[in-house]
């Protein structure tokens, strides 16, 4: 698995960056050609993979890859924001949670019946609270799960940016915010479950979960879920809005005096990245069957970071890689050598911001280059020999 | 109806220091206006000031009838006002063609934002060849040289079609060569538009500027042709009073006190 999404890394990564030759140029057709060819390959392949995976993995890692495929969504959405805008978010895990509560709420009323979520019996609730209410619909929920975080994403980002908190502010800023989350979550027993969390959800729109049946279509979802999220952020980085975004990474106040609102622009921006997020908390509770603090705090959030940064920021395809081995590492590791997982990371992390900093995408990238700079070579000495 | 622009007394202080005190200006629609003075003199704060950079302690800035203090940087922009800072900032990993695309559409609206750029519009186009960097469209504007990010700079400039451009030192660290093509084409966009340039380059000064004003310590000290400027007494004081500060260090220029138009010629040399 890793192996073949490391190549279409290599094939998606190689688009979006690189400065297109302009029609003024008539830059060579070669290039345009190869990488429709790689684009291709990799579509196909990710197509090989979505429809083989259910037929030769065993149920229990089918759901793993699922979960994988969750995180992609996240690393899509954060690289979009941070990536292409610059905003570090040590915060993500707060989008990605209220997605997945927002679900994880209406799952437990859905299971409840007429009556009260499990915990809440457990701890004394009596009455349903009245937060929890409209969550009975299931239209209110899904949509809340990804219109809250991105409600609050741009609430927070209005009132910070326009101070002009950035850079190691804002990513301590939003750290601070994940912290803050998980201590409201696991403090509101009563509401949220507390440190345990919303757990025990047997049932998705009567998909009941835990068979393999429903393992497989919930792994469709998630696929499908990875695409449409890719197509979203590629569109947005390849459109206008996307290199103003960039331009807005590498030189705000210039923005500012090209008559754009540097503000809105990175407003949109963190709000669409947190409402991936969300999309991925809501997708996230079905496929494990409960969302808890220790899913959305200061650890996960930061994680999410690393699978950006180990598959390239700036790279549309990079994150999809980066989230799918590092966490399969993760998993595959801990299976291993239990505990050893968070100094692997750290070194990780530490050797691909010294030694890698644009990731696994641009290791590919460096070779790519290598291999076409021979192949330039050679035709420039063919161009001399003819010449003489 | 007065001026296009009417800078009245502005003041801005930074910790306590004045950096511009009661500053008067006033620039006619079409004119092409030097900005000189010595270093620390307050044109770089004037201009940000002007702008929406700086936000000054009293005073007013009114262009065609609208006060531009107050505003936000990209308010002033799209009321026609654009700028240049001392040093080119292009969009480094952008290409040639993006940057100019860039400064060309923001008046677009959010869902045409969304979209992709097809082709290179008639203006980026137009912009390209004025800027001499048609050959250059497709690679990253972090891969020219310095003089040409200026030019591609003021290239982003044109393509915004402002009534008034600021520019700040636009032939700072330029070649001789590099020098006079600007020159030219800082001609060419002054029929289309309002300028106020900062510069210190005397040789640029005498063969562009038509209107000077010297500023010194936060203060316009004396305005009017370049022949007036350099017969003023005034001036001629501030730039040999300098001269004889620094004559620790530049001990030849206090030293060989000439005529005053000589000694405002050292305006380069002491500033």
């Known amino acids: 698995m890793a192996a073949t999404t490391a190549t279409e890394g290599e094939v998606l990564s190689a688009q979006p960056p690189g400065p297109d030759p302009g029609p003024g140029t008539g830059g060579e057709p070669a290039p345009t050609a190869r990488r429709a060819l790689r684009q291709g390959l990799a579509v196909a392949v990710a197509l090989v993979v979505v429809v083989v995976a259910p037929l030769v993995l065993s149920e229990f890692r089918l759901a793993l890859l699922a979960k994988y495929l969750v995180f992609a969504v996240v690393a899509i959405g954060l690289n979009l924001a941070w990536g292409y805008g610059g905003m570090l978010s040590l915060g993500h895990g707060v989008f990605f949670g209220l997605g997945a509560y927002c679900t994880a709420m209406h799952f437990k009323l859905a299971d409840a019946r007429s009556g009260l979520p499990d915990f809440m019996t457990w701890s004394g609730v009596e009455s349903l609270p009245a937060i929890w209410a409209p969550f009975r619909s299931a239209w209110f929920a899904l949509p809340a799960a990804v219109l809250v975080p991105m409600v609050l994403a741009a609430l927070l980002g209005a009132s910070v940016f326009r101070r002009r908190v950035r850079g190691a502010y804002f990513a301590l800023l939003t750290q601070a915010l994940a912290a803050a989350f998980a201590i409201l979550l696991v403090g509101q027993q009563g509401l949220t479950g507390g440190t345990n969390g919303l757990t025990n959800i047997t049932e998705v729109f009567g998909l009941e979960l835990g068979n393999p049946r429903s393992t497989q279509v919930l792994f469709f979802v998630a696929a499908g879920a990875v695409a449409a999220t890719f197509l979203i952020a590629r569109q947005v980085v390849q459109s206008r809005f996307g290199r103003l975004l960039m331009a807005v990474r590498d030189g705000e106040d210039r923005v500012r005096f090209l008559g754009y609102d540097a503000n809105r622009v990175k407003v949109l921006a963190f709000s669409l990245s947190a409402g991936m997020a969300g999309l991925a908390g809501a997708l996230f509770v079905p496929i494990v069957g409960i969302v808890s603090p220790a899913n959305v705090g200061v650890v996960p959030s930061i994680e999410m970071v690393i699978w950006v940064a180990i598959g390239g920021r700036a790279t549309l395809a990079g994150p999809i890689v980066g989230a799918l081995v590092v966490s399969s590492a993760h998993t595959s590791l801990s299976e291993w050598y239990p505990g050893g997982w968070l100094y692997l990371q750290g070194a990780l992390f530490v050797v691909t911001m010294v030694w890698a900093p644009r990731g696994l995408a641009g290791l590919a990238e460096v070779v790519r280059r290598r291999r076409e700079h021979d192949r330039a070579g050679a035709r420039a000495e063919v161009a001399v020999g003819t010449a003489s | ?271």
């Open chain 2, 1 to 271: 109806m007065g001026a296009l622009l009417q800078v009245s007394g502005v003041a801005v202080s930074f910790d306590g220091a004045p950096a511009l005190d009661g500053v008067e200006l006033a620039v006619d629609e079409g004119e092409i206006r030097f900005l000189i003075g010595p270093n620390g003199a307050g044109k770089t704060t004037l201009i940000d000031v002007i702008t929406g950079l700086t936000a000054p302690s009293a005073g007013s800035v009114r262009f065609d009838g609208h006060e531009l203090v107050g505003r936000r940087e990209h308010q002033i922009v799209r009321l026609g006002v654009g700028r240049t800072f001392q040093t080119p900032t292009v969009f480094d990993r952008l290409s040639v063609v993006e940057n100019l695309d860039l400064a060309a559409t923001y008046r677009l609206g959010l869902r045409s934002m969304l979209r992709r750029r097809r082709g290179i519009e008639a203006e980026v186009g137009e912009a390209l060849a004025s800027v001499q960097l048609d050959d250059r469209a497709g690679d990253s504007a972090g891969s020219l040289s310095h003089g040409q990010k200026q030019w591609l700079e003021i290239g982003m400039l044109l393509v915004q079609r402002p009534r008034l451009l600021l520019l700040d030192e636009p032939v700072a660290g330029m070649s001789p060569e590099e020098r006079s093509a600007t020159g030219a084409l800082i001609e060419r966009i002054a029929q289309r538009c309002t300028l106020v340039v900062v510069e210190h380059d005397m040789e640029f000064l005498r063969r562009f500027a038509r209107r000077v004003t010297v500023m010194h310590e936060g203060r316009v000290l004396s305005e009017g042709s370049v022949e007036h400027v350099r017969a003023d007494p005034v001036v001629q004081e501030v730039y040999l009073g300098r001269s004889r500060d620094r004559r620790g260090h530049r001990a030849e220029a206090g030293g060989a006190a000439g005529g005053g138009a000589a000694e405002v010629d050292r305006v380069e040399a002491a500033t």
